[in-house]
C-alpha cells in the first residue's frame, strides 16, 4: 500500500472532495446551458406565421432562423425565431420573437427571396442521436453523480467499518536513525537489565539450543519523565527489530469486543514482522485489577484484558515477539499480568542521582550552544529530584532565556533562571505598597535567618527574594548540599522550624499575623502528621496510623482511607502533632529573638535589594554587613496607582519555597 493509500484511509473526506467538486461543477454547466439555450421570456414576443411573413415582406426582420420540428406530429412543421429590425417606441417593448407553425414551399421561397441569405438561418432537422444526447444527457449526467456519491459513502463506510477494529500500533521503521543505548541516560541498572533482550532478539539460538527461553514480557516502572518509553525504544534499536508502540487507552473503546480485535490484529502485525517489539504504554489503562469496583466480566476494558492475558500466555509460540510496557502504577495492575509468562520481569526505572543526572545533561546539552562556562556537575547538583524529561525542559528553557538575551550560546545564569522558573514560577512586578513589602521582607527574612542559623547539612540557603514569584509574594529557596536517600527526626523538625519562622518574622515587626504563611503552616502540618503517623516519630511508639492497606485499589486515596485506631488514639495523634509544631515554632522564636539586629538587618536589605543570596545572609549573621558585592542594581518598588489599590495575596499564596520531603 503507497503513502497515498494510507493518507486516503486516514482521511477519506480529504480524497472524495476533489472528484466531486468536479462532478458539480459539471452538472452547474450542463444546468446553465439548458438555461442559456431558449430566450428569455421577458423580452420575446410570440408571433405567428403570417405576421412573420408580414415582417419580412416590410423588411422589419433583423434575423430570421427557421428550424424544423419533428416532434409536433405534422408535416413541414418548423420553430421560428428572429429579431426585429425596428426597436419599439418604449424601451420595454420586445426586440425579439418567436412563432411555430407550418411552412409550405412557397412560404420558404418567399423567406428566402425578401429576407436574404445574410439575415435567414435555416437550421437542418435534429437527427434521432442528437435529439437523443439534447433531451436525455443531462438526466444521465444527474443520474450518474447521484449513484457516484452513493458509491463513494458506502465504500467509505465499508472501510471504516473494516478499519475501526484495526491495530492503531505505530510501526517505527529501522531504516532511520534509531535510538541507542547512547542516548539514554540516567538509568544504567535498567540498561543492565534489558541488555539480555538486545542480545536474544540478535541471536535467539545462544540462548534456546541450551533450553532457556527469554522473558515475554518486560513491564517498565518509575515516575513519570524517567525514559520508560526511551528506554524500550533503545532495546529496538540496539537489536536492529521492528518496533510496535501503542498506547493503553487505544484499545479501548465504548464498543464491547473493539479492543480485543485489535489486541489480536497488533500481536499478528507482531508475528508478522518477528522478531520485533510490541510497546505498550500506559498499560494501566486497560490492564487494571479485574473484579474490583464497577461492572461485570463483560464490559469493554475485562474483554480487552482477557484477550492480552490469551496472546501473552505462549499457547501458539510467539518466538521473537517480546512486550515492553510502560507504568506508573504497577499496584494497580491485575495479577494475571505480572505471572511468570506474561510479564514476569520488572525495570524499575527510578529518578537519576547525581551521576545520573550530569549524564543525562551532557546527552541533552549537544542539541544546544552551551557556553565553556556552564558546570553540568554544578547544574546536576541544584537538580535534585527532577526526571530526565524535566532535565531536558530546563536546557530548552534555558536556551529560550539566552535567546531573548540576544546571547549566542547558553550562560550559566541562563540555566540558574530557568531551575528558578521552573521551580517557583517567573518573577512577577505586583503593586505593593510599602507596607505590604515591609511585611513581606521581615517574613523571608525570617525564613532566611532560621535556616541559615540551623545549618543541618542537608539543605542550604540558596536565595531569599522580596519579588513575586508564582502565588507567593516572596520566597526563600534552598539547595541541596548532597543527594537525599531520606530524612531524619531531625531534619524534618528543622524543615517544621524554618516553615513557622515567617510566621514569627511577620509577627515581631508588626505585632500581628496575615494569611501570608498559609502555604508554610500546611507543609508543616502535612510534614508533621506523616511524622506521626505513618514514620513513627513521635511518643505513640513505632506505629503507622495510615489509611489501610487492604483498600481496593481502583479507589482514590480518601474514598477507601478506613480509621484502624480509636477515638482516643485519634486525639493522641493530633495532640502529638500539635505539640510538634508548637515546639519548632517556640524553636524558630527564640532563634529571632537572639538575632533580632541580623533579622531586622537582613529585612532592610531585602527593601533594598529586593533579592539576596545565602551567602549575604549569612555574613549579616556573622559579621553584620555584606561583605560581596550584590550582582545588578537594586529595583525600585513599582507605585500604587491610586490610594488603597493594593493587589492582596489570595488565602492559598504561600511565601516558603523548600523541598518537602514525600
Known amino acids: 500500500m503507497s503513502q497515498n493509500d494510507n493518507e486516503e484511509d486516514k482521511n477519506p473526506s480529504r480524497s472524495n472532495s476533489k472528484p466531486i467538486i468536479v462532478w458539480l461543477l459539471l452538472m452547474a454547466a450542463v444546468v446553465a446551458l439548458l438555461m442559456s439555450s431558449g430566450p428569455a421570456g421577458n423580452t420575446v414576443q410570440q408571433l405567428s406565421v403570417p405576421q412573420v411573413l408580414s415582417l419580412a415582406q416590410e423588411k422589419k426582420i433583423k434575423s430570421l432562423s427557421l428550424k424544423p420540428d419533428p416532434t409536433a406530429g405534422s408535416e413541414n412543421w418548423y420553430q421560428i425565431s428572429g429579431e426585429f429590425a425596428v426597436k419599439g417606441a418604449d424601451e420595454k417593448d420586445p426586440s425579439k420573437f418567436v412563432a411555430a407553425g407550418r411552412l409550405m414551399d412557397e412560404d420558404l421561397r418567399l423567406f428566402r427571396t425578401t429576407v436574404g441569405k445574410d439575415v435567414l438561418k435555416e437550421i437542418p432537422a435534429q437527427t434521432g442521436w442528437t435529439q437523443f444526447l439534447y433531451n436525455v444527457l443531462p438526466t444521465l449526467v444527474i443520474s450518474g453523480l447521484v449513484l457516484f456519491m452513493m458509491y463513494r459513502f458506502l465504500k467509505n463506510a465499508n472501510r471504516g467499518a473494516m478499519q475501526f477494529a484495526k491495530s492503531r500500533a505505530r510501526l517505527s521503521s529501522t531504516d532511520k536513525e534509531s535510538t541507542t543505548f547512547k542516548d539514554v541516560a540516567g538509568c544504567e541498572e535498567a540498561k543492565e537489565e534489558v541488555k539480555e533482550i538486545v542480545d536474544f532478539l540478535r541471536d535467539p539460538k545462544r540462548f534456546t ?48 469486543g473493539v479492543g480485543a480485535a485489535r489486541v489480536r490484529d497488533t500481536f499478528d502485525q507482531a508475528r508478522k514482522l518477528a522478531p520485533c517489539i510490541i510497546f505498550i504504554d500506559e498499560i494501566d489503562a486497560v490492564g487494571r485489577q479485574r473484579g474490583a469496583g464497577h461492572g461485570g466480566g463483560n464490559d469493554e476494558r475485562e474483554q480487552t484484558l482477557n484477550s492480552l492475558l490469551v496472546e501473552m500466555d505462549g499457547f501458539d509460540g510467539q518466538a521473537g515477539v517480546i512486550v515492553i510496557a510502560a507504568t506508573n502504577r504497577a499496584d494497580v495492575l491485575d495479577s494475571a499480568l505480572l505471572r511468570p509468562g506474561r510479564f514476569d520481569r520488572q525495570v524499575y526505572i527510578d529518578l537519576p542521582d547525581l551521576r545520573g543526572r550530569e549524564a543525562v545533561l551532557a546527552v541533552h546539552a549537544k542539541r544546544f550552544q552551551v557556553a565553556p562556562s556552564v558546570d553540568l556537575n554544578r547544574v546536576a547538583r541544584i537538580t535534585s529530584g527532577m526526571t530526565g524529561a524535566d532535565l531536558a525542559n530546563l536546557l530548552n528553557e534555558s536556551a529560550l532565556h539566552a535567546g531573548r538575551r540576544h546571547r549566542d550560546k547558553i550562560e550559566m545564569v541562563d540555566v540558574e533562571e530557568a531551575r528558578e522558573k521552573l521551580a517557583h514560577g517567573r518573577e512577577r512586578k505586583r503593586v505593593m505598597d510599602d507596607e505590604d513589602r515591609r511585611k513581606t521582607a521581615y517574613h523571608e527574612a525570617g525564613h532566611a535567618i532560621v535556616q541559615a542559623l540551623i545549618e543541618d547539612g542537608v539543605f542550604k540557603l540558596h536565595k531569599v527574594t522580596i519579588i513575586p514569584r508564582g502565588g507567593a509574594l516572596g520566597m526563600a529557596m534552598y539547595m541541596p548540599i548532597k543527594e537525599i536517600l531520606g530524612y531524619s527526626k531531625q531534619h524534618l523538625a528543622n524543615f517544621i522550624c524554618v516553615a513557622m519562622a515567617g510566621r514569627v518574622g511577620e509577627k515581631v515587626v508588626t505585632g500581628d499575623i496575615s494569611n501570608g504563611a498559609s502555604s508554610d503552616i500546611k507543609q508543616a502540618t502535612r510534614i508533621a502528621r506523616q511524622m506521626v503517623c505513618d514514620w513513627g516519630m513521635s511518643d505513640l511508639g513505632p506505629i503507622s496510623f495510615g489509611e489501610n492497606a487492604d483498600s481496593p485499589p481502583f479507589l482514590g486515596r480518601d474514598l477507601a482511607r478506613v480509621q484502624m485506631h480509636s477515638d482516643e488514639t485519634a486525639r493522641r495523634i493530633d495532640e502529638a502533632i500539635a505539640r510538634l509544631i508548637s515546639e519548632q515554632y517556640a524553636r524558630a522564636e527564640k532563634l529571632i529573638s537572639e538575632h533580632a539586629e541580623a533579622h531586622r538587618k537582613i529585612a532592610e536589605a531585602l527593601l533594598e535589594f529586593e533579592t539576596l543570596d545565602g551567602i549575604h545572609v549569612t555574613e549579616i549573621i556573622k559579621t553584620g554587613a555584606i561583605q560581596t558585592p550584590i550582582v545588578g542594581q537594586p529595583v525600585a518598588p513599582l507605585p500604587v496607582r491610586e490610594a488603597g489599590v493594593v493587589n492582596q495575596p489570595t488565602p492559598e499564596s504561600g511565601t516558603q519555597s523548600s523541598p518537602s520531603p514525600a
Open 209 to 256: 539450543k541450551i533450553g532457556a527461553s527469554i522473558p515475554k514480557g518486560i513491564l517498565m516502572v518509575g515516575p513519570p519523565g524517567t525514559g520508560k518509553t526511551l528506554l524500550a525504544r533503545a532495546v529496538a534499536g540496539e537489536a536492529g527489530v521492528p518496533f510496535l508502540s501503542i498506547s493503553g487507552s487505544d484499545f479501548v473503546e465504548m464498543f464491547v
